[in-house]
């Protein structure tokens, strides 16, 4: 198990890390997301060595890595650009780091067989990294991570360079190859569809630190705080006041599931939480229609209150300018205290 234990990293008058705890047990795939300037990265660079602490530990079981120099540390590592050579075929980037740790060159290339054939790359070998495509690159660079045989997988960005048709096809393709890897795993990334979909268990960072951590099913149903869930795409949020059980809202009054000890608070819907509704108590007009394929994203402006995100089957879609009545389920009603409190 690797435990981060109260790590702090300063740069200057800055803490990019402002003692962080975290834990990834074996077999596990955390994702440390979180936005740009976040302290994500310098939490991954600080696991992998590359960043000293200036208090706190990291350690591997019982085993504390201070002094313990990268590469000594067994773990594999993946960057966005991925960092391959060009002038080596795909054998000689998979072999690169095997030719640090073994002399037997028939051994070295039966572990890069077995990587690549792990990757979906069997029969790559002597192909040129320059005339592969931007995922099979990605797979050799996760090849090249694996064939060490590290005790943990780090990849920091690994589809930030893709297009959305690769990223979601590459997504189930590493979930599919850790699981068989069984490895213990750091994903770093700042899209929470990326994170939801690859992790066991999500880790939110917000200015050098981690404010939560849960699986994905536990964050998105209820984020920790307002900022927290304002960036994973819920909104908006808006002024309220919880009385008598209710929630009053600028849609109206909807049943509290929740008892904050202030009763002056701040609430926001999440996506799927307003619906349409024949009997709905919200009336509203549908301004913009965003087709994605599977679903439309409807924002409706209601006669009182901010617009409303209503996601709908494409049939079932009303146009732009259609009125339409809504309601709002109270378990997707998150209430907050009031940050001006």
């Given at each position: 198990m690797l435990r981060v234990e109260g790590a702090v990293v300063r740069f200057g008058d800055r803490r990019a890390l402002d003692h962080v705890d975290l834990e990834v047990g074996p077999g596990e795939t955390i994702a440390v997301l979180g936005p740009s300037g976040s302290g994500k990265t310098t939490l991954l660079r600080a696991v992998?060595?590359?960043?000293?602490?200036?208090?706190?530990?990291?350690?591997?079981?019982?085993?504390?890595?201070?002094?313990?120099?990268?590469?000594?540390?067994?773990?594999?590592?993946?960057?966005?650009?991925?960092?391959?050579?060009?002038?080596?075929?795909?054998?000689?980037?998979?072999?690169?780091?095997?030719?640090m740790t073994s002399s037997d060159r028939a051994a070295r290339a039966r572990r890069v067989d077995e990587v690549l054939d792990l990757v979906g790359l069997a029969g790559f070998r002597t192909r040129r990294v320059a005339s592969l495509?931007?995922?099979?690159?990605?797979?050799?660079a996760l090849a090249r991570a694996l064939a060490v045989s590290p005790r943990l997988l780090m990849l920091d960005e690994p589809l930030g360079a893709l297009d959305r048709v690769w990223r979601r096809r590459l997504l189930t393709e590493i979930r599919a190859i850790l699981d068989r890897a069984a490895l213990p795993a750091l994903y770093v990334t700042h899209d929470h569809e990326e994170a939801?979909?690859?992790?066991?268990?999500?880790?939110?960072?917000?200015?050098?630190?981690?404010?939560?951590?849960?699986?994905?099913?536990?964050?998105?149903?209820?984020?920790?705080?307002?900022?927290?869930?304002?960036?994973?795409?819920?909104?908006?949020?808006?002024?309220?006041?919880?009385?008598?059980?209710?929630?009053?809202?600028?849609?109206?009054?909807?049943?509290?599931?929740?008892?904050?000890?202030?009763?002056?608070?701040?609430?926001?819907?999440?996506?799927?939480?307003?619906?349409?509704?024949?009997?709905?108590?919200?009336?509203?007009?549908?301004?913009?229609?965003?087709?994605?394929?599977?679903?439309?994203?409807?924002?409706?402006?209601?006669?009182?209150?901010?617009?409303?995100?209503?996601?709908v089957a494409p049939h079932d879609a009303p146009a732009v300018g259609d009125r339409v009545r809504l309601s709002i389920d109270p378990d997707a009603l998150l209430v907050y205290p009031d940050r001006a409190d």
């Open positions: 992998a060595g590359l960043q000293r602490l200036g208090e706190g530990c990291i350690r591997w079981g019982d085993d504390d890595l201070a002094g313990v120099a990268a590469h000594e540390r067994h773990f594999g590592l993946m960057f966005q650009e991925y960092a391959l050579f060009p002038h080596r075929d795909v054998a000689g980037n998979v072999e690169f780091g095997l030719r495509s931007g995922g099979e690159q990605q797979r050799v939801f979909a690859i992790a066991t268990r999500v880790a939110i960072m917000r200015a050098g630190r981690v404010v939560q951590v849960g699986a994905p099913a536990e964050v998105w149903r209820a984020p920790v705080d307002a900022w927290t869930a304002t960036f994973l795409g819920f909104g908006p949020i808006v002024a309220a006041e919880v009385r008598n059980g209710l929630v009053h809202t600028p849609w109206g009054s909807i049943e509290c599931r929740v008892n904050p000890a202030a009763r002056a608070v701040e609430a926001v819907v999440r996506p799927d939480g307003a619906r349409i509704d024949d009997a709905g108590p919200i009336h509203a007009t549908v301004v913009r229609a965003m087709f994605t394929g599977a679903r439309v994203e409807l924002a409706a402006v209601a006669e009182s209150g901010p617009p409303l995100i209503v996601v």
